[in-house]
C-alpha cells in the first residue's frame, strides 16, 4: 500500500549537470498523481527535454529521485513512453510493423498472432491512420509520422507516457486535430503523462496542471491550476473566459521567470 503522499510520480529535488559541469536542469519538485497529465512550458534550453530524459531514465548522472508510487521509476516494473520531437520510428519498418516491434519489445510473452495484429489495427484506428499500416515512415507527411509516434506510445500501455513537443513541427490546423485526437485517446487510456510544449495554448488545452519551467537554474519551476480549463468540453475550452484568463496568468509567469 502506498500512501498518498508517494502516490503517482514523484520527482524529488532533481537536478542535472551534462559531463561540461554546466546545470541543465536547477530544482525541480514535482508530484504528478497516477493517471494524471500535467504540460511542461518553457523557453529554450530550460531543461524541458533533460526533464524528460532523467525520467525516461536516458541519462547516467542526476541528482535526487524519480519514483512512482513509491519506488523507483527506474524499477523493471514501470514501463515508461517516451514521444520524441523527432517521432523515433524505424525507417526501414511499415507503421505496422514499428507498432508490432514496440509492443513485442514490451509485452515478450504476448497472445496469439492475430490478436496482437488486431490490436495493432485498433491503435492505428485510434488515431485515424489505419490506411496507412502498410506505408513507410519517409513516405509520410510530418502529422501522420507524428500520429504513428503516438499510436505506438499508446500501444505499449506504458505506465508513463512522456511527451516531447510532439507537435511543434505541424502547422495550426493539423496540431489543433492531434491535439483533440491525443485527448481522446489519453482519456481513453490515461497513463500518467508529462507533455513538454512551447506553445502556451497547448499547454492551458492539455494540462490538469501547468508546470512553468524557469530559465534561470537557480529558480524553481512555477506550478499553475488547470482544474476548471480541462475539465471544460475541448472544443469549448479556447473560446472560454478560463482560457483567456489562464493565458494572461501564465504570460504572467513567463514574463517573470524567462
Ligand atoms: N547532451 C548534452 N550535453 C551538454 N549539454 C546539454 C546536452 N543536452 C542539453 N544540454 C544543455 O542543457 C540545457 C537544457 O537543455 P534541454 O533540456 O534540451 O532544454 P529544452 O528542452 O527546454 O530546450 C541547455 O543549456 C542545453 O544546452
Ligand atoms: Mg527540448
Known amino acids: 500500500m502506498s500512501s498518498l503522499r508517494n502516490s503517482g510520480l514523484n520527482i524529488k529535488a532533481l537536478q542535472v549537470e551534462y559531463k561540461s559541469g554546466q546545470k541543465a536542469l536547477g530544482q525541480v519538485d514535482l508530484t504528478l498523481p497516477e493517471h494524471g497529465i ?18 525516461a531514465g536516458l541519462l547516467p548522472d542526476y541528482e ?15 514501463l515508461i513512453g517516451l514521444v520524441p520531437q523527432n517521432y523515433g520510428l524505424l ?14 519489445i514490451t509485452r515478450p510473452a504476448g497472445g496469439s498472432r492475430e490478436a496482437l495484429e488486431a490490436e495493432i489495427t485498433h491503435w492505428l484506428q485510434s488515431m485515424g491512420i489505419a490506411e496507412l499500416a502498410g506505408r513507410y515512415p519517409l513516405s509520410l507527411s510530418g502529422g501522420q509520422q507524428q500520429r504513428v509516434a503516438i499510436a505506438r506510445a ?24 492531434l491535439q483533440q485526437i491525443f485527448l481522446d485517446n489519453w482519456l481513453a487510456h490515461p497513463a500518467t503523462a508529462l507533455f513538454v510544449t512551447h506553445d502556451v495554448e ?31 468540453k475541448h472544443e469549448e475550452k479556447r473560446n472560454s473566459d478560463e ?15 524567462w
Not at 499508446?154 to 486535430?177: G, M
Not at 482560457?243 to 521567470?257: D, G, N, Y
Open 38 to 55: 500535467y504540460t511542461v512550458i518553457g523557453s529554450s534550453g530550460s531543461g524541458k527535454s533533460t526533464l524528460l530524459r532523467a525520467v
Open 64 to 78: 535526487g529521485e524519480l519514483l512512482f508510487n513509491g519506488k523507483s521509476v527506474h524499477d523493471q516494473e514501470t
Open 91 to 104: 525507417p526501414w519498418k511499415t507503421v505496422r510493423e514499428n507498432i508490432r516491434v514496440a509492443m513485442k
Open 154 to 177: 499508446f500501444a505499449i500501455q506504458p505506465t508513463i507516457l512522456l511527451l516531447d513537443e510532439p507537435f511543434s513541427a505541424l502547422d495550426a490546423i493539423t496540431r489543433e486535430t
Open 202 to 232: 497547448e499547454a492551458i488545452l492539455l494540462g490538469q496542471k501547468i508546470v512553468v519551467m524557469p530559465s534561470a537554474k537557480q529558480d524553481t519551476p512555477e506550478i499553475l491550476d488547470n482544474a476548471s480549463v480541462f475539465a471544460m
Open 243 to 257: 482560457f483567456f484568463e489562464q493565458s494572461k496568468r501564465i504570460r504572467k509567469v513567463m514574463l517573470a521567470k
